[in-house]
């Protein structure tokens, strides 16, 4: 039976365990040896946490009951080292648990490992040079995204069913496409905020079946005692979406944006082919999206982004007892901290301001549509090396950016819902995820969208390639 986990998702294997046809230590220890026998090669899970697991399934403890998870490791798991990817954090051991974490303990899931993410989660590739370079398990020449790279290469190549992630600005979204899992952002305040970076991150999961992101949402969703917004709770468990198809949606499809950006033609191949198939499934698609000056708009988001990461780096390596410098932090980061100083408080309010105002624009534009469509990257899963922080400075990264990662941070200003689904394979064997942004709080209409397209074209069966 243990041979079999490969080909079920993390919700067939509990169902196992519920059965009691398969014991909760033979699942731990069959993840545990993946994790031995791939991460060398992929370098996505960079501490493990062995020590006193539970042995036995037990029904009562949370929903999962004891089910193995990883947790990337940007978030504070008690008695663990919370590196933050960076030197500037080496040696500090969390005093205690995220509020993130302490939900999926609560619902019964047991951390075994962390996984691993660029220095402080700043770049679409997990490349960090105190934590070294995650590969894509589908070629690893390759880039697996970021920044939750780690967890995503994790659950691609079978180390783990599924794991935790975040995303500040595709951060679940670009390492889904690329490495070929689902990936849903939640709505803004759908999760707790516990990375304040401007209220733009959110936290959830990425997962190999449409239906375990769901059941993963459900348990994390509220958010805590002090966060700045809340999404109401959804009246119906998400799964329930994910099991019957939407009704015919009016779908705007983001064809090509002429000479306003570069989009690779595999990447157009793969997202053209989404929309095709969004077709025969009977939703009605057009070329259409929302009339805003996207370039200024990334401009104003770059703003955001560096002054509130360049304090948060600082609040972090504080809790080290350390200083935030080019000593400590790769060049991408103190060159960012310089960056950060040059802006005036007046530039950052009028940056913030105008993405308010260009968020509404976007708002609107969801009043005669359903779903966005659009490709996650402009390029394809890139080799190796180009998001390389002790090489580059922050104002070079934000230029290989500019022609990669244009799209996805979209949805995090305007704080609505957005994921990407694995429905295509290109060269070099490497996958391509197609972008969907939805309303703000309709998550629902995401997960429906999301279950048809996994039925229509099923994707499980190529992570046996990987296996």
């Not at 005093?95 to 019964?108: C, I, T």
């Not at 040079?129 to 880039?143: E, H, I, R, T, V």
């Not at 348990?219 to 109401?232: A, R």
Request: proline share 6%; glycine share 8%.
């Amino acid at each position: 039976m243990l041979n079999e986990l490969r080909k079920l998702d993390g919700l067939a294997q509990l169902a196992l365990l519920q059965k009691k046809e398969v014991k909760l230590s033979e699942l731990t220890n069959y993840y545990q040896q993946k994790i031995t026998e791939r991460n060398h090669r992929l370098n996505a899970v960079v501490h493990t946490i062995y020590e006193d697991l539970p042995k036995e399934f037990k029904p009562g403890a949370g929903r999962f009951g004891g089910f193995p998870f990883l947790i990337k490791d940007l978030n504070a798991v008690k008695g663990t080292p919370l590196t933050y990817g960076s030197k500037v954090m080496e040696g500090y051991t969390a005093s205690w648990d995220d509020e993130v974490v302490k939900r999926y303990k609560r619902a019964g899931l047991t951390i075994i490992g962390k996984t691993n993410t660029p220095e402080f989660g700043f770049t679409p590739a997990t490349e960090s040079g105190f934590l070294g370079f995650a590969k894509n398990p589908w070629n690893a020449d390759f880039s697996p995204g970021g920044s939750s790279g780690g967890a995503a290469a994790a659950v691609a190549s079978g180390m783990i069913p599924f794991a935790h992630a975040s995303d500040g600005g595709g951060s679940i979204r670009i390492p889904a496409s690329c490495c070929g899992v689902f990936g849903m952002k939640p709505t803004r305040g759908r999760t707790p905020l516990s990375m304040r970076i401007n209220s733009v991150a959110v936290h959830h999961s990425l997962t190999r079946s449409v239906r375990d992101s769901a059941a993963l949402l459900n348990v994390l969703e509220g958010p805590q005692v002090g966060d700045s917004f809340s999404t109401p709770n959804q009246d119906a468990p998400f799964e329930r979406f994910v099991e019957t198809d939407p009704k015919p949606l009016r779908i705007a499809y983001m064809a090509d944006f002429g000479d306003v950006m570069n989009i690779e033609p595999e990447v157009q191949k793969a997202v053209e082919s989404t929309a095709k198939l969004c077709e025969e499934l009977g939703h009605e698609v057009e070329i259409a999206y929302p009339e805003f000056d996207i370039h200024r708009f990334m401009e104003a988001y770059v703003t955001v982004w560096v002054v509130g990461g360049a304090v948060a780096v600082k609040n972090a390596a504080r809790l080290n007892g350390r200083k935030a410098d080019s000593h400590s932090l790769e060049k991408l980061l103190h060159t960012l901290i310089d960056k950060s100083s040059q802006y005036t408080v007046f530039e950052y309010e009028e940056a913030r301001q105008f993405l308010f105002d260009e968020s509404v624009k976007v708002h609107h534009f969801f009043r005669k549509y359903d779903v966005l469509l659009h490709p996650v990257n402009l390029k394809p899963p890139l080799p190796l090396g180009k998001y390389d922080g002790n090489e580059k400075t922050v104002d070079e990264i934000l230029q290989v950016s500019a022609n990669y990662a244009h799209l996805t941070p979209i949805a995090n200003v305007t704080g609505q819902p957005a994921m990407s689904v694995p429905l295509y394979w290109g060269d070099h064997h490497l996958p391509i995820g197609s972008h969907f942004m939805g309303r703000f709080g309709d998550e629902a209409t995401l997960f429906q969208l999301a279950g048809q397209l996994e039925r229509a074209r099923p994707w499980f069966h190529r992570y046996q390639e990987i296996d």
